[in-house]
């Protein structure tokens, strides 16, 4: 009795040591083919194409959903171009090899103040705002605003996965002065990092600007509601 007993207690743990093994097996091989993969794909400047909005395709969410029949605002928005305060004006992410090191540049084939700019153009349009893009006289007149900023950061890092990260400083003022000052910063990921591709560290920063830009919509929505609201 006693000996059947440990018999099967024996064989029973003999059966959990192969399936730990075989699960050992299996997650070193899907490492070794990993690092296989960044490693051949380490080198080379990568150039991305930044686009707004996100693709629903990707794994993150889109954090700013566009409206589907904007209710018309009052106010006026004159919106000027953000300046690039970025100490490095072309690079925006970096390629690392299996063992974390960086080994080449990403860097923007189009203009990141553009592209920042126009995205905020287009959720503000989305809002029923009526947006008039380039210079404004200051102060503006009354039932306008003046909409400017900075760009502080826009860097996409990778190594086993993406970390796309936009950050700026928003400034609106009226007729009577400064509104607000504020600063806003997103993070999104494009994923694994197979392959180490222009498009995706251009999803990582496009979701990264949207989940920036959805905080900063909530402050724009709660100063300038519609009317009746």
Known sequence: MFVGDGAGLGVRNGEKNTMKGI??????????????????????????TLVYPPSPEGEAKVAVA???????RETKIHLRQFADERSDKKVVGTVRNA?????????????????????????????????????AKSPPEVGSIVMGGDILNVFCDMYLSYTGQVSLVVKVTDSSGEVFSRHYAGEGSAGIAFAATSESFAAS???ALAAALEKMMADIDAKFPPAGK
């Open 23 to 48: 699960i050992c097996a299996g997650r070193l091989t899907t490492c070794i083919l990993l690092a296989g993969l960044l490693a051949g794909c380490a080198f080379g400047t990568r150039e991305a």
């Open 66 to 72: 566009k409206a589907v029949s904007p209710v018309a």
């Open 99 to 135: 063992y974390g090191m960086r080994t080449a540049d990403v860097v923007s084939k189009n203009s990141v103040t553009a592209w920042i700019t126009e995205a905020i153009a287009l959720e503000l349009k989305n809002r029923g705002f009526t947006v008039v893009q380039g210079e």
């Open 205 to 207: 920063l496009s979701q």
